[in-house]
């Protein structure tokens, strides 16, 4: 069994919240791939250096500036001050981007409505380099950039990799989404209305009732996706309720 | 043999002399090892930040803003660019600073009669993830970031990594230092007057004479500090004579 563990924005601008997540990957007695998203620290660069950011529907707009301070914030800052504190904590971490070891390649999103620029969606991932690294010992931790094969680094949704890394590992695998919410809740406000179990076909009438929020569609879309390709447990939770949540079935 | 090629700050700054470099990578037939400089970067992001930026003898006064620019810049956007073109040459990169694998592992420099701020004084090269990597099929590619195996990170010195990494493989090793001129010159002005070949007991008057200029004079040391830790060829020279240059013996 291999644990794949994403770590959501909000709990990586969570200092107590992200050392209880790091805190469980010490402890932990499996091999263990760690997927990170960005949070509010790229936005914050961005308008230190006066580039003004939009993002539509959750998603970045990512021009070449934007380019330069996703990567350097996420594969840059924040994937590699992970890897020190897992280090730290006698976790053999290696950070990664999509680009190392050609682990994630995407294509650039097609310009349709929207151009949202240097975005990639998810092509393919190359589980053979990320197995190498697991039976050496080593805990893969991997930031939200990919790269198209050609040169070109894509700004990349974390919850889509953290998705398609656990489908292609081609074994059990346990996939933990961990955010800022106990689990998929009936009432957004009321931490304790988590929903236990949640099945794919339910999801739709849970949105179109207003139970679960829209916003919540994109990552159920994917842990459901997990569910479909195979992927073992896939759960949603927080930082200090791991083994608790939402569990997608 | 495998070969470590460490590309200078200059170099990367250099579209066409870049290029060049990674051409060269991706012809090599043999194992090879990358290590990267800064370059001027992360002076620019410093500054269109508001943060004055502080050299002493070569050196960056490193404090926590300025080691998060330099995380950012180094093991961000330049490691990860580097990894992506090494990628599209067909060259299975992976991008690594010191804490990945825990790979070089630093001290924060002690405070003497200046204080560096975070910076890290090379430890111990652990030389066995980057064998793993290599016999993987894999081109490790270092930035000059590690880390103190407490949790902090350190800005540290490009071409002492290279060294150091070079003289812990424990095999044949080819040493390349690749920068802005022909090889070590006799004369700064003048691009043909290459030193062709040089031994540890030459350094010291040929700088006292001032022939050769004191800012190559830690370059050469690390150079030499490789000869002695038996490295097979360690070789001074720029991006469009990798098997010219000055030969350090």
């Given at each position: 069994m291999i644990d794949v563990i994403k770590?959501?924005?909000?709990?990586?601008?969570?200092?107590?919240?992200?050392?209880?997540?790091?805190?469980?990957?010490?402890?932990?007695?499996?091999?263990?791939?760690?997927?990170?998203?960005?949070?509010?620290?790229?936005?914050?660069?961005?308008?230190?250096?006066?580039?003004?950011?939009?993002?539509?529907?959750?998603?970045?707009?990512?021009?070449?500036?934007?380019?330069?301070?996703?990567?350097?914030?996420?594969?840059?800052?924040?994937?590699?001050?992970?890897?020190?504190?897992?280090?730290?904590?006698?976790?053999?971490?290696?950070?990664?981007?999509?680009?190392?070891?050609?682990?994630?390649?995407?294509t650039k999103r097609e310009i349709q409505d929207i151009d949202y620029g240097f975005v990639g969606d998810v092509a393919a991932v190359h589980a053979g380099v990320l197995h190498g690294l697991l039976d050496g010992g080593l805990t893969p931790v991997i930031a939200p950039i990919t790269h198209d094969g050609g040169g070109q680094l894509l700004n990349t949704n974390a919850d889509i990799m953290a998705s398609n890394i656990a489908a292609s590992l081609g074994e059990q695998v346990a996939l933990t989404y961990v955010f800022d919410h106990a689990g998929v809740l009936r009432d957004v406000a009321d931490e304790t209305s988590v929903i236990p179990e949640l099945r794919a076909g339910d999801v739709a009438a849970l949105v179109d009732s207003g139970i679960v929020t829209a916003g919540m569609r994109p990552k159920l879309d994917m842990a459901f996706a997990a569910v479909r390709a195979g992927v073992s447990s896939v759960r949603i939770t927080n930082a200090y309720n791991l083994g608790g949540g939402t569990v997608c079935r």
């Open positions: 770590i959501g924005g909000a709990v990586i601008d969570d200092a107590a919240a992200l050392s209880a997540v790091l805190d469980h990957c010490q402890v932990l007695q499996r091999p263990l791939i760690v997927v990170h998203g960005g949070g509010r620290r790229a936005t914050t660069l961005a308008e230190q250096l006066g580039l003004p950011q939009t993002m539509v529907d959750g998603r970045r707009v990512t021009d070449a500036a934007t380019l330069e301070v996703v990567v350097m914030t996420f594969a840059g800052w924040i994937n590699t001050w992970l890897t020190a504190q897992l280090q730290a904590r006698g976790v053999n971490a290696i950070g990664l981007s999509g680009a190392d070891g050609n682990v994630v390649r995407a």
